[in-house]
């Protein structure tokens, strides 16, 4: 003899209408989490970008202090390759208050035009007093000798306490 059941598995199992809503919340959730994850991929873009920016304004920076003739006041443009990517610079050189010494600003960005730079970074040019005449040090001191401005040449630490 087989009876229908009475309902006892009815009971235990979920409706379509239950499934769905289930189904609908969880597809809320994971546009949620996806967005996120966008968003965070985004944001990683752009610290990457200004990462390399920082380190292309360093390097004009340096390349500038190293070079043997100082640059010439006023705004200059140009562009690196750096990482894969073309990065176009702007550097302006201008007088401080302080002869001997140049401010220069490098802004640095993915387009050629400075008002859309990512980084802009400060620096500055000096003359070395190594190659001013000066009346106590004539020469550069040797190697592991600090100059000591009251006196004679002393080792490093000398006069430092314990």
Not at 134 to 148: K, T
């Amino acid at each position: 003899m087989n009876r229908p059941r009475q309902g006892v598995d009815r009971d235990r199992a979920f409706t379509l209408l239950e499934v769905l809503i289930a189904l609908a919340i969880v597809g809320i959730g994971l546009l949620a989490l996806l967005g996120t994850s966008i968003e965070n991929t985004r944001v990683a873009s752009g610290l990457r970008d200004r990462t390399f920016a920082s380190y292309v304004a360093a390097n004009e920076i340096e390349t500038l202090q190293l070079a043997p003739n100082w640059p010439s006041l006023g705004k200059s443009e140009g562009h690196s390759r750096m990482a894969g990517t073309r990065w176009y610079w702007t550097f302006k050189v201008t007088h401080t208050a302080s002869p001997g010494l140049l401010k220069v600003v490098v802004a640095v960005g993915l387009h050629p035009h400075a008002s859309r730079a990512l980084v802009s970074l400060t620096g500055f040019l000096g003359r070395s007093l190594l190659n001013r005449p000066s009346p106590s040090i004539s020469a550069p001191p040797p190697p592991g000798v600090l100059p000591n401005p009251g006196g004679p040449l002393a080792p490093p630490g000398f006069g430092m306490g314990p």
